[in-house]
C-alpha cells in the first residue's frame, strides 16, 4: 500500500530557495585583511542565480563538475549554493593535497571549470597544464589577464562573468539521488578516493545538523565556520545554514590562532566548528593574549579525537564547552555526537565528553572484529567499526576499492569500543594501533596521556618495530615553549596512568608533529622519518 | 551522475531498532487512577517485538491495516512502534469522531484488528457490527470475555497475547514510500479523508521535530503529550521522542485541567504539546490552583490560532512561553513553527509570536487568491495558503477530492497573509470568513479581540445573513464564572482595536462554545443552531 504523500524530491534548490527568501536577512560574512565583509542571504539568493545563468554560459548545462579552489569564504558559498541547485556538480579541490593528488582528482573527476581564489592561484596554476578536462578557470579577486593559463583554458573574472546576468533561476526539479556534490579523501593509502553526495544525502544530514542533540544549528547561531568547505563539506554547516536560516562567520585564508581570536571577540560567534590542532594553537595563543569567549554556546570537535586535557582547559579556564562529534569524508560526516544523558555527575558526563559521542539515528553502527564477527557494544571489546545509512558512501566513484565494504557496510578504519548506550570510544585507526606480543595498545590514548602533562603542547605515538614484542610504541613530544621536560619524567608521569606493560620505552623530541592535508597527525610520515633514522630517539629501561 | 551514497530506506523499523537500544533508558510514563507508570524504551522494544509477533500469529504478514482506539499510553506507544515497523499500517481512530463516521472509516480502510483501550470499549462495542473487515479486536486493560462481541469477531487481551512471544523481531527493510500509518480528517463537510503517511514522511518530520528551530526535541526532554495519538500522531512526537530518546508523559483519559496540573507539578515536563482550548482551560484551573511552571521550557501550542492573551497571560503570570505551530493532519502536521528572528523589541517579538510562525524548509507556501492568482508576501494580501513537501499529503486515501489540490499543491482551506520573511497569519479558515459587502471579516481576528476582555473566557464568531451588506459577525460570547459583561460594554472594547466597519452588531451569550472532535470551535455546529433560531441574539445599533 503505497501513502498519499507527496512525491517531491529534497533538492539544493529547494534548499537556495527557502533559505534566500525566507532567512533573507541572515548573514555571510567573510574575514579579510581590512575587516569583515557583510553579505545577506538574500543577496547571496541573487547572486547564486547570476553564477548558475554564467556557468550555463560557458557550457554547464548537465552534471558537469565545477571544482572549486576556495577558502571558505561567501563566493565559496555562492558556488555551493549555485552548482548543485542548477543540476551540476560541486567538486570542492582540497587545496592541501599534493600537486600530483590534485592532478589526479581534478583528471579522475573530470572537472569542466575551476573557480579559484587569487590568493591561492601560486599554489593552482603550475598544475592547470596537467588539468587537462578543465575549459573555464573563474578567479575570484584579481584580473583575469594577469593569469598565465596554458592553451585551450579560458581565464574569467568571477564579477564581470556575474554581472549582468539575471538575479532569478528557476531551479529545477531533479532526482534526490542525483550527485550534488563531490569530496576525495585525502588519501593516506593510495589514491584519493571520491565521494559523491546527493541532493537527498545532503538534505538529511542538513536537518541532521539543526537537530538539538547534534549540531543544534539555529536561526538564532552565528557560526565560525573553520572546518573547511574543502574538507567534508565543512562538515555540513553551509547547507545547514541554509536551511534554518543561522550566519556563518568565514575566515578565509586567516585560520591563524591571531585573526581567528580576533573573530571570536569581535564578531561573537554563537557555535564553531574546527579538528583538535585548531584549538590546541588558539589555546597556546589565548594563554598570552586572553579574550572573552562567552559568546559560543557550543565548540564542534572532530576529524580527529580531542584530547580530554583541552577540553578540560577550555571549559575550566574559558567556560567553554568542547563537544566531539566523530565522522569522515566517507559520512558526510555526521556519524556521532558527544552529548551525554541528562542527570549524571560531572565527572561521568565529563568521561562520557570525552567519548566520540553517540550515534544518531540516521546511522547503523556495528563493531567488527578480525574474523569479520560481531562484538556487543559492551564499553570493553575493541573492533573496527562499520557503519550503514542514507548520508553514508556506499561505493567510490569510479573506483571499486571492495576492502572498503562488508556486505553494503563501510569500513570506516576506526577501531575502538561501543558502550551501552552506543557511546563510541575510539582508541586508534586500524594502521595506527600498536600490537605488542599479541595485545593491542591505542596511539591515541598514550597521546592522551602525555598529552595530559602540563609540559607537552603535542605528543604522537607510533609503533616501531621491537625484537621481542613484534612492535613497541615510541612517543614524539613536542614541548611547550619555554619550559622542558624529560623523557624519564614523561615516562612516571604515564606510570599509574596506562597499564604498566604498555608503559613507552622509546621517546622523542621534535619541533612540531607532521600534519595531513587536513590538519591531522601524519603518522605515515612519522613512521617514514623514523625509518629513515632521522629521529633521535631516547630509549629508557 | 549517481551518487555514491548508500541507497538504504529510511523507516520505522530503524526507528524503532536505534530508540530502543541506544536510547533504552528514556521512559513513556502514563498517568493512571493510581498514579503514574513508566516503562522504558528498552522494555518498549521487547513488547513491541512480543506485538508484531502476536500480529503475526492472528495473520497479520502484509500491508494490512491495525488500527487503534485507544488515549494516549505506552500501549500505544507499542502499536505505534511494532505496526509499521513489522509492515502493517497502523490506523489511528479517532475516538471523538460521531458513530457513523467511525464506521465509515473502520470500513474504508478496511481495519482487521482493533486494539482498543478497556475504558474506550463503551464507545465501541456499540459500532463492532458495523465494522465488517475487523477480523480482531485486542483489549488493553479487561477480561476479554467480558466483551460481547459479534460472530466471526475473536476478542483478545493484550497482555495474554503478548505473553511468551519472542522478544526480539528482525524489522523488515521497506520501501520507505510505503504506508505506514494512516489518520482521517474528522471533516467537518463530507466523508472523513484519509491521509497515508509514508515511513519516508513520518521519519523527516520527526527529524523537523526534533531541529532546534521547530520543537527542538532533545535527549533531555520529557515531553508531555496532550495532542492525542489519534490525532494527526500527536504531532509527531512518539516517533520524534524515538529518534533522540526524549521521554514521554502520557496523559491516558486524564485530560482534565486538575490531573494535567497534577502531572505537571509532579512529572516536571521540559515540553508539552496541546491545542489552545487546553490550556484555556488550564489557565481557569490554575487561577484558583496554582502550581509551579518553571520545567516548561516551551509549550507548543497548535490545532488553530492561539489566542494572544493566553499566550500573554501563560507568559506573564507563569513564565511559560506558549509557541504557535500551524498544521493539519495533512501536514503531518508540521508546517511552520513560531521562532521569531533574534534581536527584535519584545513587542515586536510578541507580534511574530502571534503568528502562526515561519515556514520550515521541507514546506514549500504560496498564497493564491479566489482567482488562483498568487500573492505577494507582503503581510497584507489576504490569500488561501497552498502547500508542497515531502510530508505533504498529494492525494487522499481511495478519495478523489479534485477541488482539495491545484497543481500538486494541497489546498489548505487556511486563509491569511503571509509576511516578508515567511510568518504566516491566519484570519480564517476559508469557509469561516466574513464577507460583508465586498469586504472580508475575520472570524478568528474578532475573536481574539474580545478573548482579550478580562470578563470572556471565550468567543466565537460567525457569519450570519445580513439583508444589506449579505453576511455579518455574530459574537458567541462566554462569560468567566462570577462575573458579568454586557454586549455594549464589549462592543465598546473593541472600539478602536477593529475598523469600525467591522464592529458586531450581534452578540449572543452561551454556556459553551461547541468543539468539534478535535477540540476545534465547531462553527457548523454553531452556525446551524442559530440557523434553527435556538440563540438569543441581542441586536446592537
Same mark, same amino acid.
Given at each position: 500500500?503505497?501513502?498519499?504523500?507527496?512525491?517531491?524530491?529534497?533538492?539544493?534548490?529547494?534548499?537556495?530557495?527557502?533559505?534566500?527568501?525566507?532567512?533573507?536577512?541572515?548573514?555571510?560574512?567573510?574575514?579579510?585583511?581590512?575587516?569583515?565583509?557583510?553579505?545577506?542571504?538574500?543577496?547571496?539568493?541573487?547572486?547564486?542565480?547570476?553564477?548558475?545563468?554564467?556557468?550555463?554560459?560557458?557550457?554547464?548545462?548537465?552534471?558537469?563538475?565545477?571544482?572549486?579552489?576556495?577558502?571558505?569564504?561567501?563566493?565559496?558559498?555562492?558556488?555551493?549554493?549555485?552548482?548543485?541547485?542548477?543540476?551540476?556538480?560541486?567538486?570542492?579541490?582540497?587545496?592541501?593535497?599534493?600537486?600530483?593528488? &590534485?592532478? #589526479?582528482? $581534478?583528471?579522475?573527476?573530470?572537472?569542466?571549470? !575551476?573557480?579559484? /581564489?587569487?590568493? +591561492?592561484? *601560486?599554489?593552482?596554476?603550475?598544475?592547470?597544464?596537467?588539468?587537462?578536462?578543465?575549459?573555464?578557470?573563474?578567479?575570484?579577486?584579481?584580473?583575469?589577464?594577469?593569469?598565465?593559463?596554458?592553451?585551450?583554458?579560458?581565464?574569467?573574472?568571477?564579477?564581470?562573468?556575474?554581472?549582468?546576468?539575471?538575479?532569478?533561476?528557476?531551479?529545477?526539479?531533479?532526482?534526490?539521488?542525483?550527485?550534488?556534490?563531490?569530496?576525495?579523501?585525502?588519501?593516506?593509502?593510495?589514491?584519493?578516493?571520491?565521494?559523491?553526495?546527493?541532493?537527498?544525502?545532503?538534505?538529511?544530514?542538513?536537518?541532521?545538523?539543526?537537530?538539538?542533540?547534534?549540531?543544534?544549528?539555529?536561526?538564532?547561531?552565528?557560526?565560525?565556520?573553520?572546518?573547511?568547505?574543502?574538507?567534508?563539506?565543512?562538515?555540513? &554547516?553551509? #547547507?545547514? $545554514?541554509?536551511?534554518?536560516?543561522?550566519?556563518? !562567520?568565514?575566515? /578565509?585564508?586567516? +585560520?591563524? *590562532?591571531?585573526?581567528?581570536?580576533?573573530?571570536?571577540?569581535?564578531?561573537?560567534?554563537?557555535?564553531?566548528?574546527?579538528?583538535?590542532?585548531?584549538?590546541?594553537?588558539?589555546?597556546?595563543?589565548?594563554?598570552?593574549?586572553?579574550?572573552?569567549?562567552?559568546?559560543?554556546?557550543?565548540?564542534?570537535?572532530?576529524?580527529?579525537?580531542?584530547?580530554?586535557?583541552?577540553?578540560?582547559?577550555?571549559?575550566?579556564?574559558?567556560?567553554?564547552?568542547?563537544?566531539?562529534?566523530?565522522?569522515?569524508?566517507?559520512?558526510?560526516?555526521?556519524?556521532?555526537?558527544?552529548?551525554?544523558?541528562?542527570?549524571?555527575?560531572?565527572?561521568?558526563?565529563?568521561?562520557?565528553?570525552?567519548?566520540?559521542?553517540?550515534?544518531?539515528?540516521?546511522?547503523?553502527?556495528?563493531?567488527?572484529?578480525?574474523?569479520?564477527?560481531?562484538?556487543?557494544?559492551?564499553?570493553?571489546?575493541?573492533?573496527?567499526?562499520?557503519?550503514?545509512?542514507?548520508?553514508?558512501?556506499?561505493?567510490?566513484?569510479?573506483?571499486?576499492?571492495?576492502?572498503?565494504?562488508?556486505?553494503?557496510?563501510?569500513?570506516?578504519?576506526?577501531?575502538?569500543?561501543?558502550?551501552?548506550?552506543?557511546?563510541?570510544?575510539?582508541?586508534?585507526?586500524?594502521?595506527?594501533?600498536?600490537?605488542?606480543?599479541?595485545?593491542?595498545?591505542?596511539?591515541?590514548?598514550?597521546?592522551?596521556?602525555?598529552?595530559?602533562?602540563?609540559?607537552?603542547?603535542?605528543?604522537?605515538?607510533?609503533?616501531?618495530?621491537?625484537?621481542?614484542?613484534?612492535?613497541?610504541?615510541?612517543?614524539?613530544?613536542?614541548?611547550?615553549?619555554?619550559?622542558?621536560?624529560?623523557?624519564?619524567?614523561?615516562?612516571?608521569?604515564?606510570?599509574?596512568?596506562?597499564?604498566?606493560?604498555?608503559?613507552?620505552?622509546?621517546?622523542?623530541?621534535?619541533?612540531?608533529?607532521?600534519?595531513?592535508?587536513?590538519?591531522?597527525?601524519?603518522?605515515?610520515?612519522?613512521?617514514?622519518?623514523?625509518?629513515?633514522?632521522?629521529?633521535?630517539?631516547?630509549?629508557?629501561?
Amino acid at each position: 500500500m503505497k501513502s498519499t504523500m507527496q512525491d517531491t524530491p529534497l533538492s539544493i534548490g529547494q534548499l537556495v530557495r527557502f533559505g534566500t527568501s525566507i532567512h533573507s536577512s541572515a548573514e555571510v560574512i567573510t574575514w579579510s585583511e581590512s575587516g569583515p565583509t557583510t553579505v545577506t542571504f538574500g543577496e547571496l539568493g541573487k547572486r547564486a542565480a547570476q553564477l548558475a545563468h554564467a556557468l550555463r554560459s560557458i557550457g554547464i548545462d548537465g552534471d558537469q563538475r565545477v571544482a572549486t579552489f576556495m577558502w571558505n569564504n561567501s563566493a565559496h558559498m555562492e558556488a555551493y549554493m549555485a552548482v548543485p541547485a542548477m543540476g551540476a556538480v560541486l567538486h570542492t579541490l582540497n587545496i592541501r593535497l599534493f600537486p600530483e593528488q &590534485l592532478t #589526479y582528482i $581534478a583528471e579522475h573527476a573530470e572537472d569542466r571549470v !575551476i573557480i579559484a /581564489d587569487a590568493s +591561492l592561484l *601560486p599554489l593552482l596554476t603550475p598544475l592547470l597544464p596537467t588539468m587537462t578536462t578543465v575549459r573555464h578557470l573563474i578567479i575570484v579577486g584579481a584580473d583575469p589577464s594577469d593569469v598565465q593559463a596554458p592553451e585551450g583554458l579560458e581565464v574569467l573574472g568571477y564579477e564581470e562573468l556575474l554581472a549582468g546576468q539575471p538575479e532569478e533561476f528557476d531551479w529545477p526539479e531533479l532526482d534526490e539521488h542525483d550527485a550534488a556534490a563531490m569530496c576525495y579523501t585525502s588519501g593516506t593509502t593510495g589514491d584519493p578516493k571520491g565521494v559523491v553526495y546527493s541532493h537527498r544525502s545532503i538534505w538529511l544530514h542538513s536537518m541532521q545538523a539543526c537537530m538539538t542533540d547534534a549540531m543544534a544549528v539555529a536561526q538564532s547561531d552565528k557560526v565560525l565556520a573553520i572546518v573547511p568547505m574543502f574538507h567534508a563539506m565543512s562538515w555540513g &554547516l553551509p #547547507y545547514a $545554514a541554509l536551511m534554518v536560516g543561522a550566519s556563518l !562567520i568565514m575566515p /578565509d585564508k586567516f +585560520l591563524q *590562532p591571531a585573526p581567528l581570536s580576533e573573530m571570536i571577540s569581535t564578531l561573537r560567534p554563537t557555535a564553531a566548528a574546527a579538528v583538535p590542532t585548531i584549538w590546541q594553537a588558539l589555546y597556546a595563543h589565548l594563554g598570552e593574549h586572553p579574550i572573552d569567549l562567552s559568546s559560543l554556546r557550543d565548540v564542534v570537535v572532530g576529524g580527529s579525537a580531542c584530547p580530554p586535557s583541552l577540553m578540560r582547559a577550555f571549559h575550566e579556564e574559558y567556560g567553554v564547552h568542547i563537544t566531539q562529534a566523530w565522522g569522515m569524508t566517507e559520512t558526510s560526516p555526521l556519524g556521532t555526537s558527544g552529548r551525554p544523558d541528562a542527570g549524571l555527575s560531572p565527572e561521568d558526563e565529563f568521561d562520557l565528553r570525552c567519548t566520540q559521542g553517540r550515534f544518531v539515528a540516521g546511522v547503523r553502527a556495528r563493531l567488527v572484529d578480525d574474523a569479520g564477527k560481531e562484538l556487543p557494544w559492551d564499553g570493553t571489546q575493541v573492533g573496527e567499526l562499520e557503519v550503514r545509512g542514507p548520508w553514508i558512501t556506499g561505493s567510490y566513484y569510479r573506483n571499486d576499492a571492495p576492502d572498503k565494504f562488508d556486505d553494503g557496510w563501510l569500513r570506516t578504519g576506526d577501531v575502538g569500543t561501543i558502550a551501552p548506550g552506543g557511546y563510541l570510544r575510539l582508541t586508534d585507526r586500524s594502521k595506527d594501533i600498536i600490537k605488542s606480543g599479541g595485545e593491542w595498545i591505542s596511539s591515541v590514548e598514550l597521546e592522551n596521556h602525555v598529552m595530559a602533562h602540563p609540559a607537552v603542547r603535542e605528543a604522537a605515538v607510533i609503533g616501531v618495530p621491537d625484537p621481542k614484542w613484534d612492535e613497541r610504541p615510541l612517543v614524539a613530544v613536542v614541548v611547550r615553549d619555554g619550559v622542558t621536560v624529560s623523557a624519564e619524567e614523561l615516562k612516571e608521569f604515564l606510570d599509574g596512568r596506562v597499564a604498566h606493560w604498555q608503559l613507552p620505552e622509546r621517546w622523542t623530541f621534535i619541533e612540531e608533529v607532521p600534519k595531513t592535508s587536513v590538519g591531522k597527525y601524519d603518522k605515515k610520515r612519522l613512521r617514514s622519518t623514523h625509518a629513515d633514522g632521522r629521529l633521535d630517539v631516547i630509549e629508557l629501561a
